[in-house]
């Protein structure tokens, strides 16, 4: 954890104790061991790269299904998560008959 502070330290960062989660987001921010985001899920192209199903705005049938969707770092260990997401994305792709 002392590491973790020195490297949060240098970005101006509080790094915080996994797995707890920070708390009132907008005074703390945390560093994590897990780097998650790249094309984030959001509501619009505004503010993500995919929507909730995965799917790249503006891009019919091009989907990410991985780590990358996930716009912040969890607090937790994060395969989990991963793949639920993962699978929900796989089962909407049938469902949709893609
Ligand atoms: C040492 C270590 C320990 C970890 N321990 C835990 C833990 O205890 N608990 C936990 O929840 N998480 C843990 N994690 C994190 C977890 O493993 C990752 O967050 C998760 O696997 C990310 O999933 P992903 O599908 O995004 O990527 P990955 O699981 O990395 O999958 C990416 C896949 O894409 C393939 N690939 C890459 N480039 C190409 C290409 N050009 N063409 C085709 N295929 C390609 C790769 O071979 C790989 O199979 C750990 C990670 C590491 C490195």
Redesign the pocket.
């Known amino acids: 954890m002392l590491q973790l502070a020195a490297v949060a330290a240098v970005f101006g960062q509080t790094a915080l104790p996994t797995p707890e989660r920070p708390r009132g987001r907008a005074k703390v921010a945390a560093i994590t061991p ?1 780097p ?1 985001g790249g094309c984030n899920m959001g509501d619009t192209v505004e503010n993500g790269v995919v929507d909730h199903k995965g799917e790249v705005f503006g891009y019919r049938n091009l989907y990410v299904a ?3 969707i996930i716009p912040e770092a969890l607090g937790v ?4 998560t ?1 793949g639920a997401l ?1 699978e929900r994305i796989a089962k909407i792709i049938a469902m949709e008959g893609r």
């Open positions: 897990h998650l991985d780590a990358a260990n994060p395969s989990r991963i993962s």
